[in-house]
């Protein structure tokens, strides 16, 4: 080769020596699980004092340090002071299928680069339906996160349920979705994009666990008939984000039933719960669905972002962006499953299906029901011990790994304890230690922790605790 930098550049060697060198320093980082010398989880910096950093460090610094000062400067997932976001530590395997799919670079839209993925990803989805409680026509496919997810669910309901062809024709009336005031905002999101507006958001307020009241279905879908708005869709959240607590899926599905909706679950969270023994309860009613989303990156161990997507009847996302309706009134004989690309928005996806698969094939589906039984667990006990402090209380007793509370105090007001409990989490934050993040819910700022790591224990929530004590003397 005359070009000796495109050599270098794709030289096995340096990978070889660069690929071994890495995997040390991996292998370390992965090591803070079971370290009981822990260090930080974050160390936070000022996003100007962070941008000033990598700009100098692309004129100056040494590139045989990059990958260390990455590891060294970014949020630490594995460990287990970590209960901040719902992603979880990546299962150390996992690495490696991103390697793999980084390596291989095939975009598996199409069967010629997804002839490996596209039947694990088949394989997968399948697996997903018989756990949701779906028949012999269903079927699904993998995307990029769970807000393109829900935005393509939402397309797919739009195609199968409004009397006219949007996809073809444009909006000729108004048009609605139905969901949960306390939904992810990528549900609003979804019907902005599709050109729904403010209208078309159909908001149902929540009880006091914050869980959709069921009870107002029918009224606030007959006003939004009456207003001329054509409601195609429901929404049930499992769990909600902010929360964790899950709306009444059952009852959600008959009334969708009842009045011929598309009924979608956004179970990007809670969706792994299926593979739980104790906890798959929690998902009561959620065969009742047309289309539901789960999460891998959450709650099932693996990097993100990689998303499933299925449908009850495979035929409904077989068509999402096709031109014409018709296939509703017919078999389809071959679906051509195996080119994802016809419906998803990804004309390049890369490999994802490996991380399912090899967790699957290395360990088997105990790892999730373990996994996620474990963090649930934690994240009841969590809300025990929050419930016996006399200057703590919850936001709602947490049925997940997601627990809202925050300090009270009877002698100060509202706006007062909320700039406190925002102060406490900004001081753990610039800390370091730990790392949780915060919500508001009905005006109350609430500290939130999210119990992604197993080897978060009691101790951890203890030492939590302890640490917020001490916090609020110095503020």
Same mark, same amino acid.
């Given at each position: 080769?005359?070009? +000796? ?10 990978? +070889? ?146 009397? +006219? ?41 929540? +009880? ?73 309860? *929690? ?32 035929? *409904?996302?077989?068509? *999402? ?152 003397? *110095?503020?």
């Amino acid at each position: 080769m005359q070009n +000796k930098l495109l050599e270098k550049v794709y030289s096995p060697e340096d990978f +070889k020596k660069n690929g071994h060198e890495l995997i040390d320093l991996l292998s370390n980082h992965i090591n803070q699980v079971f370290d009981k010398n822990l260090g930080k989880v974050i160390d936070w910096k000022e996003p100007d004092e962070s941008l000033s950093y990598w700009k100098d460090f692309l004129e100056n610094g040494k590139s045989e340090t990059l990958f260390e000062e990455v590891l060294k400067r970014s949020t630490h997932l594995h460990h287990p002071k970590y209960i901040a976001h719902q992603v979880g530590p990546a299962a150390p395997i996992t690495v490696l299928t991103s390697m793999i799919s980084a390596i291989l670079n095939n975009g598996t839209a199409v069967y010629e680069m997804g002839m490996v993925t596209n039947p694990m990803e088949r394989i997968i989805t399948e697996l997903l339906c018989e756990k949701i409680g779906y028949g012999s026509k269903s079927s699904g496919f993998l995307t990029s996160g769970g807000t393109l997810a829900n935005l393509t669910a939402m397309l797919s309901a739009r195609k199968a349920k409004v009397s +006219k062809d949007v996809w073809k024709d444009g909006h000729t009336k108004p048009l609605g979705i139905m969901v949960s005031e306390e939904a992810h905002y990528c549900i609003e999101r979804a019907a902005k994009i599709m050109g729904l507006g403010e209208q078309g958001l159909i908001k149902i307020p929540v +009880k006091s666990n914050f869980s959709m009241d069921v009870s107002l279905l029918e009224s606030y879908y007959q006003e939004a008939t009456q207003n001329g708005i054509e409601v195609f869709a429901i929404v049930g959240s499992a769990p909600s984000t902010a929360t964790g607590v899950l709306d009444d899926l059952d009852t959600i599905g008959t009334f969708a039933q009842k009045h011929k909706l598309w009924y979608h679950v956004d179970a990007a969270h809670g969706g792994a719960a299926l593979f739980s023994t104790k906890y798959k309860g *929690t998902l009561k009613g959620i065969a009742k669905s047309d289309s539901v989303v789960i999460d891998g990156h959450k709650m099932m161990m693996m990097p993100g972002i990689t998303t499933a997507l299925v449908y009850s009847d495979s035929r *409904t996302s077989d068509v *999402t962006f096709s031109q014409k309706a018709d296939y509703l009134l017919e078999d389809s004989i071959d679906s051509d499953w195996y080119n994802s690309g016809k419906r998803t928005f990804e004309c390049t996806k890369n490999m994802m299906a490996l991380h399912w698969f090899v967790l699957l094939k290395t360990y088997g589906e105990s790892i999730f029901d373990e996994y996620v039984t474990q963090l649930y667990d934690l994240g009841n006990q969590f809300g025990k011990m929050i419930n016996d402090e006399p200057n703590f209380e919850l936001a709602v007793s947490p049925v997940t790994n997601i627990v809202c509370f925050r300090y009270i105090d009877d002698n100060l007001e509202l706006a007062q304890l909320n700039k406190i409990n925002a102060d406490i989490r900004q001081e753990l934050l610039e800390d370091g230690e730990f790392y949780i993040v915060q919500t508001k819910l009905r005006g109350k700022h609430y500290m939130r922790v999210t119990i992604m790591n197993p080897f978060t224990s009691e101790k951890h929530l203890v030492q939590l605790l302890d640490k917020i004590k001490i916090v609020i003397k *110095t503020i």
